[in-house]
């Protein structure tokens, strides 16, 4: 008889009916085994939500939603970000909204909201560049040159600004003009 014909079918237990004994518990799955894992992880059990984020808990809202962020939370930041822009509208916190949302790769809701900022802040370089970059991400290279030519001359020897603006020329086969930034 082969070996294949002589091991119990995968499902004997379910097939055996009501009144089979039910097979042990995997090896992984035994009370002993959740009491040495519950144990060897019970710091984690008595840690607070501030000393997860790794603040203090007189921390205000900006530095939990920054926490949420350097921790690489992105979803959760962007969370906070949105309700605290329910109470009013801070381009401080728009513009960390663009910056979660992007990091998050929402590249066309970061750009909306970068956007706005831009708007409401068209000095703010680091808003411009990186609403530039969530339109690169996208393809929108026409969208890039268009909001970065303007700036040639404030921004032009600033290596971000550069390799945006020259990238996007050289995707637009403007390769002459792109060449010179990158």
């Known amino acids: 008889e082969s070996p294949a014909a002589s091991?119990?079918?995968?499902?004997?237990?379910?097939?055996?009916?009501p009144n089979a004994t039910p097979e042990r518990p995997p090896a992984s799955?035994?009370?002993?085994i959740r009491r040495l894992i519950l144990r060897a992880h019970k710091d984690?059990?008595?840690?607070?939500?501030?000393?997860v984020l790794g603040i203090p808990p007189t921390a205000t809202e900006a530095e939990v939603r920054a926490?949420?962020?350097?921790?690489?939370r992105h979803e959760e930041a962007i969370a906070q970000y949105r309700l605290a822009l329910a109470g009013g509208q801070d381009p401080a916190i728009r513009f960390n909204l663009g910056l979660a949302l992007f990091?998050?790769?929402?590249?066309?809701?970061a750009a909306e909201e970068l956007a706005r900022v831009v708007e409401k802040q068209p000095e703010n370089k680091g808003a411009l560049l990186l609403l530039a970059e969530s339109h690169l991400q996208q393809g929108n290279t026409a969208k890039v040159v268009e909001l970065l030519a303007p700036h040639e001359a404030a921004y032009?020897?600033?290596?971000?600004?550069?390799?945006?603006?020259g990238s996007a020329l050289v995707q637009e086969n403007d390769l002459k003009r792109g060449q010179i930034f990158i």
Request: glycine content about 6%; aromatic content about 14%.
């Open 29 to 32: 799955d035994t009370p002993e």
């Open 67 to 72: 926490a949420y962020a350097r921790l690489g």
């Open 103 to 109: 990091k998050a790769a929402r590249f066309p809701e």
């Open 156 to 165: 032009g020897e600033d290596r971000a600004y550069a390799f945006l603006l």
């Open 44 to 51: 984690l059990l008595f840690k607070d939500h501030f000393e």
């Open 7 to 17: 091991a119990p079918p995968a499902d004997a237990a379910r097939d055996a009916g």
